[in-house]
């Protein structure tokens, strides 16, 4: 919930006026403009009591056309209004037919499942055989890479003690789950470059959280010249994000196959990351995971595994709720990170080059198999939050829901939010003073913490050389 804390000048994510500090990435008002972005929500279909979450992504003109509804209706501006439309015309249709109408027009909407039904799918009973995260080799034919022994980092640079110094990561991602691995890798000691598109969007606040850290940079790699930066770039990598769907990298000729091809040439292994929403791909049960192609996002994998309805089952309904927070994100982001730094060590003691794959689904089942708390936590955590987040409903949205779970915890848990629970550094890229929450990991001996602050996207040049350090930054990580 990291990006829930983060304030820039003081203004946090709820506060309008923040947008005017932030590079506007939503290019298709898919976020900004309140019935657009209800196009991503969950609602109940033609069948009472079965629910279907549509989700626009980032476009959200495709879903609502597909549901009978205009791209645009500047007369609705009311958050109930909003609901009320979207969901009757989602009421026309059952849950068959808006699956055919997602697989014909390629949105990420899905039906919404209980724990058990998921299992019981293809996807499920794939995903069941796989742990959290997978890694597997790609290329054999390099020497081991000791950590010891990489990039050398930027002169004039402090002595910090960070075990992943000189490693370069190479993030091709977007919003929250697999920035929230680069983010993660760049506390300890990386070297992360993000890389996105001028032609594509991403959600504006996000970027305070998860560039934490990172220098950002554009580049279109539809353009011949811009692919030659980035192919200068990835020569020297040691680590690939890959955030986008299963193949789309590998269409774009920077897949797993080509990194083997430029191991062996370099003579050193890569180490390939990616973290997509189904899961499955490029793995033992991949031909069982049917699903793993689809699009979607951390409330489609709340949806599909049975999370939100255990969200409503704890809110004393008989509906599914969509969780608070991008708790799923985090998560996955979590477990990309160690999976990451496992290859790392793998590629460090055995040579080679190494896949490392997890998803939104695999934390959620992963979430879901350690069990729910007892009746009696429950009863004691539904009476000391606040009552206006049990009047939720499964119609509200992420951002509703969010906002009334972050209103009771400061109530409830105001430790969270003081001073000493936050790091304060002056962002040059959103030229405002940016606060955002201290890394929860501490090891005797090891720093760990970020030396830059955040930055929009698309901010530093396509390069390796010349990254700063912020003193106050780098001191505050020595106290």
Known sequence: MSAYLCTLDGLDKADPRVKNKIPD???????TVLYRRLSANLYETKTPGEFYHIHGSLEASATLCMIGLPPFNPRLQDYRECIETIESAVRRFTVDELEEMNRKEAQAGVP?????????????QALAALPPFTIQPFESSTAPAPLGQQCPVNPGTSSLNQCLRGIRVLELCRVIAGPTIGRTLASHGASVLKVTSPYLPDVPFF?????????????????????????ALIASADVVLDGYRPGVLTRLGYGPDRLAKLAAARGKGYV????DCFGGSDTPVADQA??????????????VTGVAWEQG?????????????????YGTGALGCVAAMAGLYRRATEGGSWMC???????DMFLLSLGTHSFEVQTRLRMTHDPAFFELRHHDSVDEVGKRALKSMRKVRPALFEDI????????????????PREALQVKGVDIGHVRATRPNGCDEASWKGWEEQPNMVADLRL
Request: charged residues 15%.
């Open 272 to 275: 390939y990351v990616a973290e």
């Open 421 to 436: 629970m936050m790091h304060t550094a002056w962002s040059h890229g959103f030229n405002a003073e940016v606060r955002w």
């Open 207 to 231: 970027q305070v959280d998860v560039n934490t850290g990172k220098h950002t940079t554009s580049l279109h790699l539809h353009d011949p010249v811009q692919r030659l930066a980035f192919e």
């Open 313 to 329: 089952r704890f809110m004393g309904l008989n509906e599914p709720v969509v969780p608070p927070f991008p708790m799923s994100d």
């Open 357 to 363: 794959r997890t998803s939104l689904c695999q934390y």
């Open 290 to 303: 049917v699903w793993s192609d689809r699009p979607g996002w951390q409330q489609i994998a709340d949806c």
């Open 112 to 124: 919404v499942l209980t724990a058990e039904q998921f299992r019981a799918t293809p996807q499920g």
């Open 25 to 31: 990435t939503d290019l298709n008002q898919a976020q």
